[in-house]
């Protein structure tokens, strides 16, 4: 069972992101605050849930949650600035977006980009250890995915409905094949390294 809370007396937001890692598409960011009772024995990292239940606990989430928010920053606005100050980007949006204004940041990894009148902690694996971060990774992986999958109609060829956009071979092989598409991120490594070359023969 995840930890309900880091300090009692706070009203603490989690904050987590999502596609990160991935070639294509938007990195997703949630923050999340929830009620101090609030118990749910599913909850955990969303990288050790399955689809099925990660939709299942994202309902339960945004229905009981104090606050919530979702927010995103384009392939475009990465390639930009980069997919570490992105990701806080991403996450800042979705902090503001907050109706409510927490008075502690708990933030999923080891670094975060400081935001003007919040205060923030970083707990390393935290989608793992506090209940709110845990509700932040599920609810930006689950919408990200459901992002990814709607995107994919455009432009089947790239699989993005199964791989959501990470580096999958038939992902790699699909750019070599019909080259990037306007939501790739051009400053990622889209085409396999030349040692690699052999497996990815159009």
């Known amino acids: 069972m995840l930890k309900a809370y880091k300090y009692r007396s706070k009203i603490e937001a989690g904050c987590d992101e999502a596609g990160r890692g991935c070639l294509a598409g938007p990195v997703f960011a949630a923050a999340v605050i929830l009620p101090k009772g609030f118990k749910l024995k599913a909850l955990d990292d969303s990288k050790k849930l399955n689809e099925a239940t990660r939709n299942e606990l994202r309902l339960i989430i945004e229905k009981e949650a104090v606050s919530w928010s979702v927010q995103s920053l384009?392939?475009?606005?990465i390639d930009k600035i980069n997919i570490l100050n992105a990701s806080f980007s991403a996450m800042h949006k979705a902090i503001k977006k907050l109706n409510k204004k927490p008075d502690l940041l708990l933030i999923d990894?080891?670094?975060?980009?400081p935001l003007k009148g919040y205060k923030f902690e970083c707990i390393?694996?935290?989608?793992g250890i506090y209940q709110s971060i845990a509700a932040a990774s599920i609810l930006a992986k689950t919408h990200r995915?459901?992002?990814?999958?709607k995107l994919s109609n455009k432009y089947p060829q790239f699989g993005w409905e199964t791989n959501k956009g990470y580096p999958t071979k038939y992902h790699r092989q699909a750019i070599v094949n019909n080259g990037p598409c306007k939501y790739h991120r051009k400053s990622f490594q889209l085409y396999p390294l030349p040692e690699q070359g052999k497996?990815?023969?159009p």
Do not use: Q, T, W
């Open 74 to 77: 384009r392939a475009s606005e």
């Open 109 to 113: 990894g080891n670094r975060f980009n």
């Open 124 to 127: 390393i694996k935290g989608d």
């Open 145 to 149: 995915d459901e992002y990814m999958k």
């Open 199 to 201: 497996l990815f023969k």
